[in-house]
């Protein structure tokens, strides 16, 4: 794994430690490699709750509780779903903060491959990002866990 990467786990596990929080991950399109990180970072079992892979929308909806009209009205790769699986495995895991990561890793000749949704959920609610990579497949799922992992770490002080 990238050594980017893997230090800014290390930082975000180091952030929930702190501050006593608990963190869980719902994952599309990294298909597990944000749990894989995050699991990797020895002390992470004081931190890390659960990592759920929902790959098709009657999982984020059955397990995730994504609800079914999200999910049709705008897609799985989308800021709305990114946000509700967050927020569902958040309240799954009772955790304190939440990432998810959905979106088109490829290939597949889309226009839209590369396109990915980040959310995460906290006390005080669920926010999204969109982004958009470059690359293979394996770029676009590494870029997808740096960017969840940098993005938490930035909303540090919404972990309060």
Request: net charge negative.
């Amino acid at each position: 794994m990238d050594e980017r990467i893997i230090a800014a786990a290390r930082e975000l596990l180091d952030i929930c430690r702190r501050k006593g929080k608990k963190l869980a991950v719902a994952e599309s399109c990294t298909g597990g490699m944000l749990a894989e990180v995050l699991t990797g970072i020895p002390g992470a079992s004081d931190v890390f709750r659960l990592g759920v892979v929902s790959y098709c929308d009657e999982m984020k909806n059955q397990v995730l509780s994504v609800p079914q009209p999200l999910l049709d009205e705008y897609t799985a790769v989308s800021a709305p779903v990114a946000e509700a699986m967050a927020s569902g495995v958040r309240e799954l895991a009772k955790a304190d903060i939440a990432l998810s990561t959905t979106g088109y890793a490829g290939p597949g000749g889309e226009a839209l491959v590369g396109l990915v949704y980040i959310g995460m959920a906290t006390a005080s609610g669920a926010q999204s990002w969109q982004c958009q990579f470059t690359g293979d497949r394996e770029a676009v799922r590494r870029n997808a866990v740096y960017s969840a992992l940098t993005t938490a770490i930035l909303m540090e002080d919404d972990l309060l």
